[in-house]
C-alpha cells in the first residue's frame, strides 16, 4: 500500500466560486468577466501568494487552492472575503 518512495504531505484545500455569476454574466458578460480578472489579479493572487499557496485548478467562476498551512488558507479567504465587503459597499 504506502509502497517506498510514496510522498506524503498535508495540505490545506480551499474551494471558491463568485455568487450570483450566471446572474452576473446574463446581465454584462463582457463587464463580469472584466471585473473577475481585475479582482483576481489585484487582490485574489496577490494574497494567495503571500499565504504560500497556489492555485491547483480554475473555473468559469471559481478556483482550487492548496496552502501548506491552514493558516494561510484561512488568512487568505479572510482577506477574501473583507475586499468582496468592500467592494460591496
Known sequence: MG???AKRRLAA???ADVAGYARLMGA???GTLARLKAHRRE????AI???RGRIVKTTGD???MEFASAVGARLTTAA???SDR???R
Do not use: W
Not at 487582490?43 to 496577490?46: G, S, Y
Open 80 to 82: 477574501r472575503r473583507r
Open 28 to 30: 454584462d458578460e463582457e
Open 62 to 64: 471559481g478556483f482550487l
Open 86 to 88: 468592500t467592494a460591496a
Open 49 to 51: 501568494a503571500e499565504h
Open 13 to 15: 484545500i480551499v474551494a
Open 3 to 5: 509502497g517506498e518512495g
Open 43 to 46: 487582490l485574489v493572487d496577490p
